[in-house]
């Protein structure tokens, strides 16, 4: 990824959450958890653009038989802590997804932190997988200590 880029994305992520956390502060009274919930929606939906979205599309409905939707996937449902580890070490087995059989490797995105997967995954679940709460940092570090290599 270019690096320029990378550091545009970092100073939105940063605008974005200074403008959320005024937002709610301002509007509502949000709980820290609720702000820190929509840190982490937003921070995930702009990783997924850049490391997910390619494939998985920006609708997370997946490309034409080679790579398996997100919204609305069993998959994701019944295999949050594989989901967590494919994302930072990628995945070559076959899996399927809504009755489908995908054999497309997931490539390894390594220079994820627990932190990143988190957001991602926070993103996507809330998104796409019937969860409103945030995929906590901590739980995801223990799950990625634990994955296969």
Avoid at 58 to 86: H, M, R, T, W
Avoid at 89 to 108: E, F, S, W
Wanted: include cysteine; proline fraction near 3%; hydrophobic fraction near 35%.
């Amino acid at each position: 990824m270019n690096y320029n880029l990378m550091n545009k994305l970092k100073m939105k992520i940063i605008l974005n959450c200074f403008i959320l956390t005024a937002f709610c502060l301002i509007t509502t009274s949000c709980s820290q958890e609720e702000v820190k919930l929509k840190q982490y929606y937003i921070d995930g939906q702009a990783l997924y653009k850049i490391h997910c979205a390619n494939c998985h599309q920006e609708n997370g409905q997946g490309l034409a038989g080679l790579y398996p939707p997100i919204a609305g996937s069993d998959f994701l449902q019944k295999n949050k802590e594989l989901v967590l580890c494919s994302m930072r070490n990628g995945l070559k087995d076959t899996i399927v997804v809504n009755g489908k059989t995908y054999r497309q490797p997931m490539p390894a995105n390594t220079q994820l932190q627990a932190l990143d997967v988190a957001e991602i995954a926070t993103y996507i679940y809330n998104e796409w997988g019937n969860e409103k709460v945030i995929t906590d940092v901590k739980s995801v570090q223990k799950v990625l200590e634990n994955c296969k290599k």
